[in-house]
């Protein structure tokens, strides 16, 4: 078992920027962010997904968010900047020790947190 905790969800300006780190209780390999907003499917935003450490993002995030580990502190966090209002949603984060498939696969993953809202306003 893996206990996951969010954290940095917040209210900001169009452009602006956040950090969000999910804790995870031990060290996990493939972990990815998944985003939900009212009425929506909850969409795949990036992954740690290979055993090398590259990355996986969803095009609309590409060049604006960056996933990123830190494993001394089993802490993976998602640096958002220039923040567009379409990116409001509530955040989670997920995990599993094997890579079952589609990284963008929200059923692949068995461990997910409780999630962070994200407010984007224009």
């Known amino acids: 078992q893996v206990q996951l905790v969010e954290s940095g969800g917040d209210s900001v300006q169009a452009g602006g920027s956040l950090r969000l780190s999910c804790a995870t209780s031990?060290?996990?390999?493939?972990v990815a962010w998944f985003r939900q907003a009212p009425g929506n499917e909850r969409e795949g935003v990036a992954a740690?997904?290979?055993?090398?450490?590259?990355?996986y993002y969803t095009d609309s995030v590409k060049g604006r968010f960056t996933i990123a580990r830190d494993s001394a502190k089993n802490t993976v966090y998602l640096q958002m900047t220039n923040l567009l209002p379409e990116d409001t949603a509530v955040y989670y984060c997920?995990?599993?020790?094997?890579?079952?498939?589609?990284?963008?696969?929200?059923?692949?993953?068995?461990?997910w947190g409780q999630g962070t809202q994200v407010t984007v306003s224009s």
């Open positions: 031990r060290y996990i390999n493939f």
């Open positions: 740690f997904y290979t055993r090398d450490g590259s990355p």
């Open positions: 997920a995990a599993d020790d094997q890579a079952r498939g589609n990284w963008r696969r929200w059923a692949n993953y068995n461990y």
